[in-house]
């Protein structure tokens, strides 16, 4: 007998509980669906994931109508695939990773993962699903150097050291490390996961292993390309949605390459959903996303435009939006941001400048700058006082959550950031008032923004005023993002503001790579963060000690073994960024307005994030139908 971890139990529980007695099920067909299809009973798993929605607190749908939704550009199709979430194993809406495309999953000593697909599952064009389509990923795809020349991506190594892959039959495969993985599962449940299965029989034509030369390089030529590889790399688009020959397992499909102004996404009829009374899932019949000037996407919302957006929309929206809802028959439901903090002022501690670079890295510094905003004058002015004041951390909503993590060193006290600056040594100002470098410089803070978003510019102009109080100057420079992130590599960049924490509700299970220097399109420490992507070939070793400790426990969370491990390090990293103010939120739990028109379903009440969230994905948009 195996022992399973807690993961498997839950696992095992959640979707026992989602299931039910499945020999009382009656499968009931969809109505419209073309008649040359097989009966739903040969198209659905023998075993279907079954969605109890009354115990959920949502009512059974009637299948059939279209939803409009507006994308600011054409590429946004793609966005198709991350509201879907169909995934491996995904999130629920109460954060815990359970089984979805799979049936169950095995894990053992935090390091044997055995995966189990669903028996008789099947593609959207009607092959069968199963062991071999992960097969192929594993051993023809990603271990293959001509097509992933950069070699297994992190999630599939520990300790540089990939996996033993192992097919055990038609629908059971098991990868097992010398070490434990925890990052394994949290990647396959992301918003963009990494898709490790592919459709086989489709691709395989396209392989120089088992297709025929001549139509590879006939098909080559149509698409200009130099060789078998990029001809595959073309056709294996499982995310962006656009080989519309692709099959896919997400409940709707594009099968129409007709139009870069609007897409028709069609229900996939081999899904692997029903509800609790037979009725096969996605309600659906299509989704068609229509492209837009994505500054006018607020005030189409607004005329009755879409059926369901977020997209494009933001606080600032919510009062026009509020107005229009009677004329136009629609409801805007205001959701919880789920980032650490709606806007975030993020010091560089890999600038080049010396000066500047150890005034950042002084705590008293970071302290004096975070007590000299008066938040709770932002939250009234910027978000009618409908946000909480604080710093970028966890929210309420994650197990992970302590008070102080949002209170410490967040209150407004000038008087206390003065004598802050007055400690480091900053007491000489010039005749405005404005103090002092160490070398003679004004104290002159130059924020840059990519200048996407005028909520940050109005944050700042308050804070300029603010910091004033404490002798500092605040010059705002909008730039472009990718000015701003050039400026970040090459160390020029003094401070920046973005919006905060990506996961704000995160649990013990996923990884803790927002708090560590491991990223280096990070705006705080590009060059710590390069240093751990390039393995040492490029950045910086991080030579500040908070920086140091937070590697040091991120490294630990990657070999971690149990819950209770990780939930130790998650605490010790939260803990210090309290205690260091790396970053400066400013307003947390911003509410999303998301317009809903003649859609049930939809929770007025939910979560929105990328991930873990994957914008409605979380909220299970297969399980919404049009009211009329």
Partial sequence: MKTLTSLKVGLFLAATMLAGPLAALELKETPGLDASLPPVAERVPTEPLVVDLEAKGRTV?????????????????????VWGYARLVGYNETLELVPDILESVEVEDGRIFTLNTREGHKWSDGHPFG?????????DVVSNEKLTPSGLPPFLEVNGKGPKF???????????????????????????????????????????????????EKEAKKVKARSWAP??????????????DLPTLQPWVRKRDDSDLR??????????????????????????????????????????ESNLQARNLSFSDITVLKKGEKQ????????????????????????KDPVWRELLRDTRFRHALSLGIDRNLLNRVLFFGLGTPGNDTVLSASPLYKAEYTTKWAEFDPEKANALLDEIGLTERNDEGIRLLPDGRPLEIIVETAGEQQ??????????EMWREIGIKLFAKPSQRDNLRERAITGQLVMSVWSGFENGIPTSEMPPEDLAPVRGDSLSWHAWGDYYETDGEGGEKPDWAPAERLMELYQAWLVSRTPEERAKIWEEMLQIHADETIHIGLVS????????????????EGIYGWDPGAHFGIHRMDEFYMAK
């Fill in 328 to 351: 136009n028959d629609y409801v805007t439901a205001l959701w919880s941001n789920t980032k650490g903090s709606e806007i975030s002022i993020l010091p560089n501690m890999t600038v």
């Fill in 231 to 244: 001809l595959h790399g073309k056709k294996d688009d499982m995310y962006n949605a656009r080989n519309v």
């Fill in 131 to 139: 062991a071999e389509d992960i097969r192929y990923y594993f051993e």
């Fill in 263 to 304: 897409f028709i996404l069609e229900r996939n009829p081999y899904y692997h959903r029903v509800d609790s009374t037979g009725q096969q899932l996605p309600y659906i019949d299509q989704v068609v996303m229509t492209v837009a000037d994505g500054k006018l996407i607020p005030a189409k919302a607004q005329a009755g």
């Fill in 61 to 81: 749908g009637k299948p059939g109508g279209s939803l409009d939704t507006l994308i600011g550009r054409a590429k946004d199709v793609r966005l198709i695939n």
């Fill in 166 to 216: 192992e097919v055990l039959d038609d629908t059971t495969v098991r990868f097992t490390w010398d070490e434990p993985n925890p990052l394994f599962l949290p990647e396959l449940a992301k918003s963009r996961p990494p898709f490790i299965y592919r459709p086989a029989h489709y691709l395989k034509q396209f392989h120089e292993k088992y297709g025929d030369p001549k139509l590879i």
């Fill in 589 to 604: 739990g911003v509410r999303q307005p998301v317009v809903v028109k003649n859609v049930d379903n939809v929770p007025l």
């Fill in 455 to 464: 909520v940050q510019e109005d944050a700042l102009e308050l804070v300029t």
